[in-house]
């Protein structure tokens, strides 16, 4: 079904058709109608057909020109793309085990950092903390403290960007470890603010490794019906962190030497070395094998991932052919792999989108929730009811996060966080009426702490986890981690200068002391993104990576990605084909001549 041969010329031109219901045949639509689809407009209706696109002739032709055996390529890779594509969960389950097991391991350095932010975040609100400082932290010190751990995330972010480009996932993710091992022993030993704060600083580079390595290996080790569980999972083994915290601090609450804060800081050296020996013995990155040009690596990662009994070596050439399509149709598109490589070309909209859905979880409101038992305590609730409703809504998140697994499979990305972010808006403008009463009574307080533990909630099943699927799959294969890294450091820059400063503001008394109608103020962030949202995230469920480079360079809109259908990777590749064979059969006669000639 290859294009007809006057368009094949127009390389910048994407490649899409309309196929009828009504038609047996097939009809190309005209120029006007492929611009008009460029801009998102295309003429005609979804209900009398759907929307078809297929790679650009043009660049399975450079393809055909850079590899030995195109024809073989494309066909093994197509036939691993259909069957990732038609894989059922249980087929998945059956024969990735030990991709699940892996993944699951690295993930769970996101523990460590759960429960340190947790432990951080709470400890403004937390008693001996404050008898062994002030008996109030200050604002400027809580802004600061949780600002050098954002600015340690942003320089460890950066700084795996690099290590993980030369080195690989694995050792990038070792090496942090070895690091949080030692910082530890800063905010255990801390007898001032400066102290603790610098303690913050040095972990916050090790967590800043965990956010982007951990999700990146998770999208990489997994076929397409497990990805959104295992990317998903990074924001489960966060709260699992913050589960962790709370219950340590509830059960430490009425302790009131030192060891009531040194304890649970003393917690946190538990996680390392077992993590550390899974991560050293788990595989690299296939995907990562592949771009380095390692590709007896990556098979041997591919079959260290999967069962033997349901991966056959059919299946393990099926899946490197797809992969090293995959990466050739991303080396045409965009060159280089470094981080300006990210705002070029089709590479742009996508760094846009995956930035500015992780700034749009920190600014729908989640911040109070992030905030709870010092918002709880603002509201006028007890230091005591307030850590053990801290406690509570960290279970509830977790049963979120898992249900989201659920929710995911069936509605998609798109549309869950949609739909989150809206249910967010009112939820905020509930919590908001609850304060308009100075001060609230006492059932207006509890009623606006409900409202928190119900916006923890409805994040965790549609914002958090949702958005850790988003920001793996949107980006290039080539650019995934540099992509999550600028993602992430957008979402801890807007928290330096904006959230963390904002927030603590609005709920200290001696500050703005809003109390609950600080959430007007969030509603009124989050109906902009929720905005952004509805018209610029597309939805990613079930493609592969192959197909979303595809759909990405085809400049498919946002709200059509669901509805435009790509039937088979072969599709806009015969051209391509068929040059090669062409140069195959002239080497060949030229070979011939000349033995000839001799």
């Known amino acids: ?55 650009d002739p043009a660049i399975a032709s450079r393809i ?86 954002n600015v340690g995330e942003i320089i460890g972010l950066q700084i795996a960007g690099f290590v993980s480009d030369r080195w690989g996932y694995r050792w990038t993710i070792l090496t942090a470890l070895i690091g949080v091992t030692g910082f530890i022993f800063f905010p255990f030993y801390a007898n001032s603010l400066t102290v603790f704060l610098i303690g913050e600083l040095f972990q916050g580079i090790a967590w800043g490794v965990f956010q982007t390595m951990t999700v990146a290996y998770a999208a990489e080790v997994c076929p397409v019906p ?71 690596r990556a098979e041997e990662s591919l079959k260290r991932l999967a069962r033997s009994s349901g991966f056959s070596q059919r299946d393990a050439d099926g899946a490197m052919a797809l992969m090293v399509y995959t990466d050739e149709i991303e080396k045409q598109v965009t060159k280089g792999t470094r981080y300006r490589s990210c705002f070029k070309g089709v590479d742009l909209r996508r760094t846009e989108i995956v930035c500015l859905t992780w700034i749009a979880q920190t600014m729908s409101g989640t911040t109070l929730g992030g905030l709870s038992a010092f918002f709880y305590q603002q509201a006028g609730i007890s230091d005591s009811d307030s850590f053990k409703l801290g406690f509570g809504q960290n279970g509830i998140n977790a049963v979120a996060t898992i249900a989201s697994w659920f929710v995911l499979n069936k509605v998609g990305r798109r549309t869950l966080m949609f739909t989150g972010m809206c249910v967010m808006f009112m939820f905020l403008l509930i919590t908001g009426f609850m304060g308009i009463h100075d001060p609230p009574s006492t059932a207006e307080s509890w009623a606006a702490g409900t409202m928190v533990l119900l916006m923890s909630a409805t994040a965790n099943l549609a914002l958090n986890p949702v958005v850790y699927t988003i920001v793996s799959e949107i980006p290039s294969s080539r650019l995934r981690a540099k992509s999550i890294i600028l993602a992430r450091n957008a979402y801890n820059a807007i928290n330096i200068a904006f959230v963390n400063v904002v927030s603590y503001r609005q709920l200290t008394p001696a500050e703005w002391n809003w109390g609950p109608k600080s959430a007007f103020f969030w509603a009124g962030i989050n109906a902009i993104f929720t905005t952004y949202i509805f018209f610029r995230l597309p939805e990613t469920k079930g493609r592969t990576y192959a197909e979303l480079d595809i759909l990405f360079e085809n400049k498919v809109p946002a709200r059509k990605f669901a509805s435009t259908k790509i039937e088979t990777l072969m599709e806009g590749t015969e051209d391509a084909q068929k040059e090669q064979a062409d140069r195959i059969t002239n080497a060949a006669a030229a070979e011939s001549a000349t033995r000839d000639g001799a």
């Open 1 to 55: 079904m290859a294009e007809p041969p006057e368009n094949n010329a127009r390389a910048a031109t994407p490649v899409v058709r309309e196929k009828h219901q009504s038609e047996l045949g097939e009809n190309t639509i005209t120029n006007e109608e492929k611009r008009d689809f460029e801009k998102g407009a295309q003429s005609g209706h979804m209900e009398k057909g759907e929307q078809y696109t297929q790679i």
């Open 226 to 296: 497990l990805r959104h569980y295992l990317t998903a999972y990074v924001n489960l083994c966060w709260i699992i962190g913050q589960f962790i915290s709370s219950g340590v601090l509830a059960g430490l609450e009425s302790r009131r030497d030192e060891w009531g804060y040194k304890i649970p800081f003393a917690l946190q050296w538990i996680w390392p070395i077992p993590i550390g020996i899974g991560t050293f013995l788990a595989p690299e990155s296939p995907w990562w094998c592949v771009r380095k040009g390692y590709k007896a």
């Open 64 to 149: 055909a020109a850079s590899v030995e055996d195109f024809m073989t390529l494309v066909n093994e890779a197509n036939e691993a793309n259909e069957r990732e594509r038609g894989m059922k969960l249980t087929q998945a389950f059956k024969i990735y085990p030990k991709a699940i097991a892996w993944s699951m391991i690295l993930s769970s350095c996101l523990i460590m950092e759960g429960y340190g932010t947790a432990v951080v975040g709470s400890y403004a609100a937390y008693p001996t903390f404050r008898n062994k400082f002030e008996d109030l932290i200050p604002a400027d010190w809580q802004n600061g403290i949780a600002g050098a751990t």
